[in-house]
């Protein structure tokens, strides 16, 4: 089933949602299309439904032992590449900050006390060696493991006394042992799960930092977050998260669990299947706009058959009823195909121009600088990529595509590939002569009167188009494939083009004087 537009919204003017990754490492490609739909949802659906939507950027930094130094900024950075702009966070401030957890202990704290106080937390001292001795036996007996309550009868007096006495504990939630609990999630309807079958979590960790389940709930309320959408791992968990907001007495937000994004032929999506993280996709080449229209489609559908859609229709097309809550493919070509259609369709040339220029200038072919279009080198660039630019399926792929236009030096190639199929070296020579004489007296920037004249000069010689086609675009690109050939003329320019005509010549007759 899909969302039931009714139960979306409520009576509430305004929609808050909030993406809260963890700095343990780079942004997912799964937790950045959660934070598409966050957005979406927030700046989109919500405002034409006459809502204040905002879309809040929380760090959720709680499991300090997994924390990689620099992954809050590299978080940011992808996401502002990616093109989405929070309202709220941990760089821009806000009214309901700290919006990172680590900053946030004493508000957990006190919240923990509460719920120890009210009966509906306990403290747990079992130690890590008394935990896996009761999984062990769990499984040998073929039960599911889970935490046995061992510390839930403790009287709170004694287990007051033992955290005063500075006794090493955690603090657990006092989950229901009977009935039932129910979760509404927005893209799957009503979920029934029995209490028995659930564990009393652990909400505070002994190092005093909260697990994700008390401090995503706590936050989400004083955050006064209206709709969460995480991925559907939290699904088993959730109806623990719905018992916490009661126990606080207040009102759970409404909940929607991501589709899951599967590897090819099913399972998880890992690195053994290809980039997997934000970072990668952006330092492949892959283009923010291709990337945001190809994921908001594992999940969501407008018609079933439009798949092209620009960030502003997304904007005004998103709605959540048409999320699908079943699990979608991740196919590497589709999203290469995306890409493609976008540098050549979407993008502008000056656009496409600047964002492939940082590649050129990392791979030591460009000045970074080439990029303002005011450079002396802006003019010949652009020229090239306008060349090239259909045959690039990733930016990444820019430098190596370009090479022959950006350096004085061919990188060395074998001088038989200069002879045509069902030529001869010394036949080659004198054709590459006679091209040189041709070439110089025509005028490259006029890519119809090139052609002619080369195909006269080829009719002249009896050869076929393509006999005296191949030679000239080895000479000048060491390659066999190339752009169109009267444009790679036109772009190199008559200096480039009768320099490497002449060294052809050159290193084609010592291959045929050394007789190897």
Partial sequence: MSADPAMIFDD???????????????????????????????????????????FILRIEDTDQKRLVEGAVDGILDVLTWFGLE????????????PY?????????SDYTARLVTAGNAYPCFCTAERLQSVREAQQAKGLPPGYDRHCRTIPAADAGARVAAGEKHVIRFTMPREGETRVYDLLRGEMIFQNVNLEDLVLMKSDGYPTYHLANVVDDHLMEITHIMRGEEWIATAPVHIRLYSAFGWDAPKIAHMPLIMAPGGGKLSKRHGSTAMEEFRDAGILPEALMNYLVLLGWSLDGTTEIFSKAELLEKFTLDRVSPSPATFDYAKLAWFNQHYINHIVTLDDLTARIIPFLAKAGLADPAAANPDHADYAYIRATVELQKDRFKTLAEAPELMLPFLTEELEPYQPLTLVPKKGDPAQTIETLKAIAITIAELDLNDEAATEAGLRALAEERGLKAGQLFMPIRVAVTGRTESPGLFGTLRVMGANRVNNRIAKAIELLSAKVASGS
């Fill in 86 to 97: 929070w309202q709220e966070g941990p760089d821009k401030g806000g009214s309901r900050g």
């Fill in 12 to 54: 509430s003017p305004t929609v808050r949602v909030r993406f809260a990754p963890s700095p343990t490492g780079s942004l997912h490609i799964g937790g950045a299309k959660t934070a598409l739909f966050d957005y979406l949802f927030a700046l989109g659906e919500a405002k034409r439904a006459g809502k204040e939507g905002l």
């Fill in 100 to 108: 990172v957890q680590s900053e946030r202990l004493a508000i957990y």
